[in-house]
């Protein structure tokens, strides 16, 4: 079975600052890992996702993230935060194989204090 | 470019009354997929679909049924709706493990359920 943690239910950032959201994962195959994001009264949009190829992935409005299997993490980044980026963000696991289901976090909402 | 799109936008219902919520999405996606969302409890999966015709059961599925008569489409049914089921439900849509493990889902915008 796999699952996701996201530590943190309310992470404050002022303006400017680093922001890191964070995400631990359990799963017994090697996993495809997200990252999205939710604005108010919208639905999730990805921000990014993990591929084999490179550890440290780029994803949209300047966020990276990067995967640590001897961790179990799929931490999520920005050097910079800005207003624009308050919202909440979910990581989410699926297994490889056939159909597995996508196991999402109980997300963490970001705010960014001017 | 309308991507995943959902029906209606809001509801109020009363206990005891049924309904049905419309999913389409027009990415000829073989995957489709209903969830739920309560605060603090993320995103819980009601049913799937992974191709025309065909449905499976999530992990919260009492008291919902689904249909997928056309690949573009998904309907949500509640049948007797009950107090319990006041959430913000979400359609999303993906290709599938065919395309590669890593495809994401495609979210529609919600809908926001009320029972009274």
């Known amino acids: 079975a796999q699952s996701v943690t996201q530590l943190g239910s309310h992470v404050s950032v002022s303006e400017g600052a680093l922001v890191l959201l964070r995400c631990n994962y359990s799963?017994?195959?090697?996993?495809?890992l997200f990252w999205y994001v939710q604005y108010p009264n919208q639905g999730l949009q990805l921000l990014l996702k993990?591929?084999?190829?490179?550890?440290l992935v780029k994803g949209i409005n300047g966020f990276e993230a990067e995967f640590k299997k001897s961790e179990t993490s799929f931490h999520l980044t920005k050097p910079s935060a800005h207003m624009s980026d308050a919202a909440e963000y979910f990581c989410a696991v699926r297994g490889a194989g056939g159909y597995q289901k996508v196991t999402f976090g109980t997300g963490t909402k970001l705010q960014v204090i001017p | 470019n309308a991507g995943v799109t959902q029906t209606p936008k809001f509801r109020v219902l009363k206990t005891g009354q049924s309904m049905t919520l419309l999913c389409a999405q027009d990415?000829?996606?073989?995957?489709m997929y209903w969830y739920r969302q309560d605060p603090g409890m993320g995103l819980r999966l009601i049913h799937y679909?992974?191709?025309?015709?065909?449905?499976a059961k999530g992990e919260v599925p009492d008291g919902y049924n689904v249909s997928r008569l056309k690949k573009q489409n998904f309907l949500l049914g509640l049948e007797s709706a009950a107090p319990s089921q006041t959430s913000v439900y979400f359609c999303?849509?993906?290709?599938?493990?065919?395309?590669?493990?890593?495809?994401?889902?495609?979210f529609g915008d919600g809908t926001r359920l009320s029972i009274l």
């Open positions: 799963s017994s195959v090697p996993p495809y």
């Open positions: 679909s992974v191709g025309e015709g065909t449905t």
């Open positions: 990415m000829n996606h073989e995957y």
């Open positions: 993990y591929t084999s190829a490179a550890t």
């Open positions: 999303a849509s993906s290709n599938g493990p065919q395309a590669g493990g890593n495809q994401p889902q495609h």
